[in-house]
């Protein structure tokens, strides 16, 4: 019997740095506290890079560890997608560099740009060359080095944000193998924009004493916005992904959503009526990791021992943007 090629994850890796900024130090530099910032957020620390480390260095670490989990060499990967808002610089991409950082001597890769939605984007289109039978080893990356663009000023941004990455490696189904990657919802909504966005240093507004001056080379948040559209939005897309698989919460064994604040997770998983248990939160340890927080947050799955060959996970994530999506996949080991 011959059955449908999909992608399956078949490794993983994370890497956050190890330097760690906790709501009690922030209460030192903004006019904050560690309460307030857990009741509205869901977060106590969140991990920062030292200064001349880059989305590379992270995404490089998260690599090297997922292929060892695989055991494989870099050598063998045929392509690299790299999601991340936070490249090391405006070109060459980060794909690039992860690409020559590994060694790896034969292969293509490329960057995606969707805000907290760029691992959802990356994977779907790594699963799609896999599914064309074009490749077979898909390295996909999370990557995002937040505390670069961010105003430790704003008391309202800069409490949200950390540094992480993840990667993972697809590969495609055995004939008859009933796991992988099932299907997927991706959507942008370019009005979005103004609520989340980073304007300066691109070809509308190059850098200039003027940028520098005005603070365009800071993350700019309307929190209030994000955060209504990002619980309808990701209720949205799950039920969307859902139903037309035929499939409700119920089903779900595992929920992993992008890591933001914590009220949103609990309010999709509530529209979703799914228990608590399936939900996997660790926004409290890491922040908004911007790209990095779903593998991230498969690994303390794993960790837990919630994720188990043949699992239906749901993941869900909403970005800048907008952008968003919802990824319905059967665990592969
Ligand atoms: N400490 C103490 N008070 C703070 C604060 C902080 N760190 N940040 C904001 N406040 C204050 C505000 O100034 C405001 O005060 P005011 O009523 O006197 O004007 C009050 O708290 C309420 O502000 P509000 O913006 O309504 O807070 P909130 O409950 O919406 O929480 C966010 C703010 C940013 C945590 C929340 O909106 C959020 O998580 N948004 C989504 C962000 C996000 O997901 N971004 C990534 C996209 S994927």
Known sequence: MTSVRRAKITALGTYVPPRVLSNFDLEKMVDTTNEWILERTGIRERHLVDKGVAASDLAVEAAKICLANRGIDAKEVECIIVGTVTPDMMYPSTACLVQHKLGIPNTWGFDISAGCSGFLFSLTTGAKFIESGQYKKVLVIGADVNSSMIDYKDRATCIIFGDGAGAVLLEPTEDGEQVGIIDHVHQVEGVGGQYLYMPGGGSLHPTSKETVEQNMHVVHQDGQNVFKYAVK????????????????????????????????????????????????????????????????????????????????????????????????????Y
């Open 233 to 332: 939005k990701m209720s949205e897309m799950t039920v969307k992904v859902l139903s037309r698989n035929h499939l409700t919460g119920s089903d779900v064994d595992c929920f992993i959503a992008h890591q933001a604040n914590r009220r949103i997770i609990v309010a999709t998983a509530e529209r979703l009526k799914m228990p608590m248990d399936k939900v996997i939160i660790n926004i409290e340890k890491y922040g908004n990791t911007t790209a990095g927080t779903i593998p991230l947050a498969m690994q303390t799955a794993l960790d837990e021992g919630k994720l188990k060959k043949g699992n239906n996970v749901l993941l869900a994530a909403v970005g800048a943007g907008f952008t968003s999506g919802a990824t319905l996949l059967k665990w592969a």
